[in-house]
């Protein structure tokens, strides 16, 4: 049991002329809400609209969220690389098919997908980030050379997104202490942490554990170590 229709209508025509004048940079508008039926178990999907830059968001629901605490809730910013493609230089996608299996089995949770590749710098920059790794800087010294902050994501739309689902409060699927962090300061309750463990692979290895040693991420590597048997992290 999703989102009801009666309820769905309602949070549609509340949206319709939805305008945060003083911060237009983060405002969404919910446009449209429907079933999506998914190998990880029943979702509905609710697009979202920036008014300002008419950038597209989405949230993946599983269960009536509205009003409801405690709602484990995943953060995931667009990767095309590894949530289309399946490459192994990130964990991007295997946290991705973790978070809606999980979720799926619950009973309620948010996968709200964010329109922001490469950690908020952009497609074009992201490989040229890459580019940069193939010539042997590491993730962060790449951001760094392009001129970014290693991350530049804000929560500000995700914070807004809850909002608009009536979500009261969330239980957060991360490994990031920032994010945690981040969405509080933009007015999220969050009453719990729910860690996300996926095996590394051969190629993201390197890559996890400099998020782990420069951007803080909690992520216990080791735990991993004694498996023999390691996906491959593209097969689902
Ligand atoms: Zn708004
Ligand atoms: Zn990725």
Redesign the pocket.
């Known amino acids: 049991m999703g989102i009801p229709k009666d309820r769905a209508e309602e949070l549609l025509r509340e949206n319709a002329d939805?305008?945060?004048e003083d911060a237009l940079d983060t405002?969404?508008r919910i446009r449209a809400i429907a079933d999506l039926p998914t190998r990880f178990g029943e979702y509905q999907v609710v697009a979202f609209e920036s008014p300002a830059d008419r950038k597209e968001h989405a949230a993946f629901v599983h269960g009536d969220v509205c009003e409801r605490d405690d709602v484990p809730v995943r953060l995931h910013s667009e990767c095309l690389t590894g949530d289309a493609i399946g490459s192994l230089r990130c964990d991007c996608r295997d946290q991705l098919i973790e978070s809606l299996e999980r979720i799926g089995q619950m009973e309620t949770g948010i996968v709200l997908y964010l329109r922001q590749e490469g950690r908020g710098i952009g497609f074009v920059n992201k490989i040229r980030a890459y580019q940069l790794q193939d010539a042997g800087f590491d993730t962060v010294q790449a951001n760094e050379l392009l001129g970014f902050r290693p991350d530049e994501r804000d929560y500000g739309v995700a914070a807004?997104m809850l909002g608009s689902l009536h979500v009261r409060s969330i239980q957060i699927l991360t490994n990031n202490p920032m994010k945690v962090a981040d969405l509080e300061r933009h007015g999220v309750r969050i009453v719990g942490r729910i860690p996300v463990a996926v095996p590394p692979n051969e190629v993201n290895r390197p890559y996890l554990e400099t998020k782990r040693r420069k951007l803080g991420h909690l992520l216990d590597l080791e735990q991993f170590d004694d498996l023999t048997d390691v996906p491959e992290g593209a097969g689902r």
């Open positions: 939805h305008r945060c405002c969404v807004h």
